[in-house]
T-cell receptor, first 117, second 116 residues
Framework: DAGVIQSPRHEVTEMGQEVTLRCKPISGHDYLFWYRQTMMRGLELLIYFNNNVPIDDSGMPEDRFSAKMPNASFSTLKIQPSEPRDSAVYFC???????????????FGEGSWLTVV | AQSVTQLDSHVSVSEGTPVLLRCNYSSSYSPSLFWYVQHPNKGLQLLLKYTSAATLVKGINGFEAEFKKSETSFHLTKPSAHMSDAAEYFCVVSDQAETSYDKVIFGPGTSLSVIP
């Protein structure tokens, strides 16, 4: 199992530029999550999808952030325009719903380290 | 409403000594509880999870945790710390009665340092 795959691993960009982060979830998983991690706020859930459909995007900071999941094996998180306060680690994660309620493990990718200067 | 409290933001132990990372939770339903570990510049990795089976849960790398409903605790322990255990540890709670993942709550994390 390759795990959740994210790209790029590191990105440095200038303020105002568009940033696109990519994610490939674990095959067979029907949930996909985007999290952001910072020292100040810890781990925050930005948005999650179920069967490619966005379920809750209330964690998305503002309209500059958007996420898509065109198919079961690919998702993007886009920031346009980027600002220095967007500097953080962005994690993609996936899971599947265990109907016997045995506890739904969330599997994380290695993260995308974003620095906006 | 769910919540997770990790009682120590930072724990420092000597190599070879026991590790105790404390976690208390509140949950309206039967909770699932998890511990994740995050090594520097890495993603979060599942250490172990409790899902209403045995109250003592064994995980990877020699870690274990005990679910104590009366104390609403799920403390993480390891008999003997290794240098490679130095990392950030997150306690996580989710309600088994819920079907929405926004009910998964991550604790603020405990940073574990291991002194040679």
């Amino acid at each position: 199992d390759a795990g959740v795959i994210q790209s790029p691993r590191h990105e440095v960009t200038e303020m105002g530029q568009e940033v696109t982060l990519r994610c490939k979830p674990i095959s067979g998983h029907d949930y996909l999550f985007w999290y952001r991690q910072t020292m100040m706020r810890g781990l925050e859930l930005l948005i999650y999808f179920n069967n490619n459909v966005p379920i809750d995007d209330s964690g998305m900071p503002e309209d500059r952030f958007s996420a898509k999941m065109p198919n079961a094996s690919f998702s993007t998180l886009k920031i346009q325009p980027s600002e220095p306060r967007d500097s953080a680690v962005y994690f993609c994660a996936s899971s599947f719903w265990e109907t016997d309620k045995t506890g739904n493990t969330i599997y994380f990718g290695e993260g995308s380290w974003l620095t906006v200067v | 409403a769910q919540s997770v409290t990790q009682l120590d933001s930072h724990v420092s132990v000597s190599e070879g000594t026991p590790v105790l990372l404390r976690c208390n939770y509140s949950s309206s339903y039967s909770p699932s509880l998890f511990w994740y570990v995050q090594h520097p510049n890495k993603g979060l990795q599942l250490l172990l999870k409790y899902t209403s089976a045995a109250t003592l849960v064994k995980g990877i790398n020699g870690f274990e945790a005990e679910f104590k409903k009366s104390e609403t605790s799920f403390h993480l322990t390891k008999p003997s710390a290794h240098m490679s255990d130095a990392a950030e540890y997150f306690c996580v709670v989710s309600d088994q009665a819920e079907t929405s993942y926004d009910k998964v709550i991550f604790g603020p994390g405990t940073s574990l340092s291991v002194i040679p």
